[in-house]
């Protein structure tokens, strides 16, 4: 079997290709017979799968500036879709190579290097678009399930080979020869309708949100023309998504209909691009990738550029040299949430803690819902011991986004940091809840409960939650035995 082959069968046997989970830790599929999985198992499975994800892969890129902006933009095409009631969540991984996956219940990766290939955000949101077509319509649930062969255990085995296939080809072979994932694969592989279908509505998508639709034809267009041999030297995005010169040519002829309109990237999307380029090799290799581009004049956005070396200069220490060229790219009057950002960490990075953290509230003021102004600003209030302070905010934002993981644990650093040790184990709780790790959260709440530092109302809270989630351990190993 080939590679491309098993890398399609692994993303949609519920992308548990990125790590191993044990067959009690999943949930059950449902009837074997029926025909496809239900919208709720489908979330089941993906939260699952993205706790694991977020757990255990070393890949996963915990950045808050990247997944507020790949949400940001995942949310204007979700909204644009069919379906914009179906909760997404975009997260990115670390990864050179250009790629974007879809696993059940909407969950959304997308691979730094597609990102950093993409030459317009148009671009990069038509891939993004066509992901979103595979969930609305229901590919993944449907695909798995049209063989009433498939069980839990054979799309465990699946997902054990397709870990090993990220690193080791060979290995994965093996491991798929050792089970069914071998005969089951084909199955499982999206179809050809479902790749076309997935680009009409891709193509939908891009036009009401207001992108370039010529960016979906143009990338998959870039990235064919960049691959002569294309079995042997195909990205990993063609190799998910086989590409077809029909799927071509009907992009490419959907475009003929719409009028040609120019669309301007967004700042965010150069900011995005220039962090992850900064982000790689030493600081000093990335400065002067930064260095040469200014010198040369070339670059798409000065400011991004700029922007860039800031970041490779902070990464290297030099504070000095950071702020004196964010404060070039800060020469726009419009604040750019990301430059804000790394302009108050330098601030604070110097020991000017009131400074950074005055340039952090202004820019909350511009921009009140930026996920990577709202994360910095609490852990600079952390690192500067202002725990209530960090306390507070955290709780205020808990009440628009209450199933945040970062602000959570947020929460409990700021009891730890106010000696309150009940609170903190309650914190922790809540944290490990939404991490899918029920039985640590009980057990944090055991220790609430011994910690003796707390009052009526909490104890009751500590004590009512640690039967629910008790209640919910049992459902789980019932579930697991079955």
Avoid at 20 to 35: M, Q, V
Avoid at 108 to 123: K, N
Avoid at 249 to 278: H, I, T, W
Avoid at 418 to 426: M, P, R, T, V
Wanted: charged letters at 25%; hydrophobic letters at 40%.
């Amino acid at each position: 079997m080939t590679l491309s082959r098993r890398l399609t069968a692994g993303i949609l046997a519920c992308a548990l290709a990125l790590h191993p989970l044990r067959a009690d830790e999943l949930p059950e599929l449902g009837d074997a017979a029926s025909n496809e999985l239900s919208p709720l198992t489908e979330k089941r499975i993906g939260r699952q799968i993205m706790n694991e994800i977020r757990l255990r892969e070393p890949a996963y890129l915990d950045d808050s500036d990247i997944e507020g902006y790949l949400n940001m933009l995942g949310s204007k095409l979700v909204a644009a879709s069919d379906d914009p009631g179906q909760g997404f969540f975009f997260f990115a991984i670390s990864d050179p190579s250009i790629n974007a996956f879809a696993m059940p219940g909407g969950y959304i990766g997308v691979h730094s290097g597609l990102i950093l290939s993409a030459q317009t955000e148009s671009e990069l949101a038509g891939v993004m678009a066509h992901e979103i077509a595979h969930v609305t319509q229901r590919h993944i649930a449907r695909q798995v399930f049209q063989s009433k062969q498939v069980s839990m255990a054979s799309m465990l085995a699946m997902g054990l080979a397709l870990l090993a296939a990220r690193s080791n080809s060979q290995a994965a072979g093996g491991a798929i020869a050792a089970t069914q994932a071998g005969a089951l694969s084909a199955q499982l592989a999206f179809s050809r309708d479902f790749e076309r279908e997935a680009d009409r509505l891709g193509f939908d998508i891009l036009r009401k949100a207001d992108y370039d639709v010529r960016g979906m034809a143009a990338f998959f267009g870039s990235l064919q023309q960049a691959t002569r041999h294309y079995e042997n030297n195909a990205t990993a995005y063609l190799r998910t998504h086989p590409l077809t010169g029909e799927r071509l040519s009907d992009m490419q002829n959907r475009e003929g209909g719409v009028r040609y309109r120019q669309v301007p990237d967004s700042v965010e999307f150069q900011l995005v691009r220039a962090k992850l380029r900064a982000m790689q090799g030493t600081p000093a290799e990335a400065a002067s990738y930064f260095k040469r581009l200014l010198d040369e004049r070339k670059f798409a956005s000065e400011e991004a550029t700029r922007y860039g070396l800031a970041y490779a200069l902070f990464r290297a220490r030099d504070w000095a040299a950071a702020e004196q060229q964010i404060q070039k790219a800060r020469a726009n009057k419009t604040p750019e949430p990301m430059i804000e950002r790394l302009y108050a960490d330098i601030r604070l990075a110097r020991g000017d803690a009131d400074g950074g953290l005055a340039v952090y509230r202004q820019a909350i003021q511009c921009s009140p819902r930026h996920l990577g102004l709202l994360d910095g600003y609490t852990q600079a209030l952390l690192a500067s011991r202002r725990f209530d302070e960090a306390l507070r905010f955290a709780d205020t934002q808990l009440q628009w986004q209450p199933d945040s993981i970062r602000f959570n644990r947020v929460r409990a650093a700021s009891h730890a940091g106010l000696g309150q040790e009940a609170q903190q184990h309650q914190a922790l709780a809540d944290v490990f809840a939404l991490q899918g790790q029920t039985a640590a959260a009980i057990e944090q709440l055991e220790l609430a409960q011994k910690a003796g530092d707390a009052d009526f109302y909490v104890m009751s809270a500590i004590d009512a939650r640690l039967r629910e989630l008790k209640r919910q351990r049992l459902e789980e190993l019932k579930e697991g035995r079955n």
